[in-house]
Nanobody, 119 residues
Framework: QLQLVESGGGEVPPGGSLNLSCVAS????????MAWYRQTPGKQRELVAP???????NYPGSARGRFTISTDIAWNTVYLLMDSLRPEDTAVYYC?????????????WGQGTQLTVYT
């Protein structure tokens, strides 16, 4: 099993910066990938940035050029450094991790942390 706990959310003005953290505990040695998603009311959860042990990183949406995902060397913590924040970045941000073993691939979610970019 794996537990994920996000922190670092809050309220920032447009153009501000914030750094989210997600600490994984439990069977972290099998973590293959981690990612940040976000969700606003009435919308589907959106992928913000993934990273895996093959060092694949992608920013599929508006995060490109503004957000940076990284992990610590032990893959116990994943970070999301967010710069040049916009009101449309307001959302609940969720941490996701995928464990891969010889018998199964399992997905885990954190409880989410709220980011509000106020105008």
């Amino acid at each position: 099993q794996l537990q994920l706990v996000e922190s670092g959310g809050g309220e920032v003005p447009p153009g501000g910066s914030l750094n989210l953290s997600c600490v994984a505990s439990g069977k972290t040695a099998d973590i293959y990938s981690m990612a940040w998603y976000r969700q606003t009311p009435g919308k589907q959860r959106e992928l913000v940035a993934p990273i895996n042990r093959d060092r694949y990183i992608n920013y599929p949406g508006s995060a490109r050029g503004r957000f940076t995902i990284s992990t610590d060397i032990a893959w116990n913590t994943v970070y999301l450094l967010m710069d040049s924040l916009r009101p449309e970045d307001t959302a609940v941000y969720y941490c996701h991790a995928q464990r891969v073993t010889v018998v199964a691939t399992c997905n885990y979610w954190g409880q989410g942390t709220q980011l509000t970019v106020y105008t």
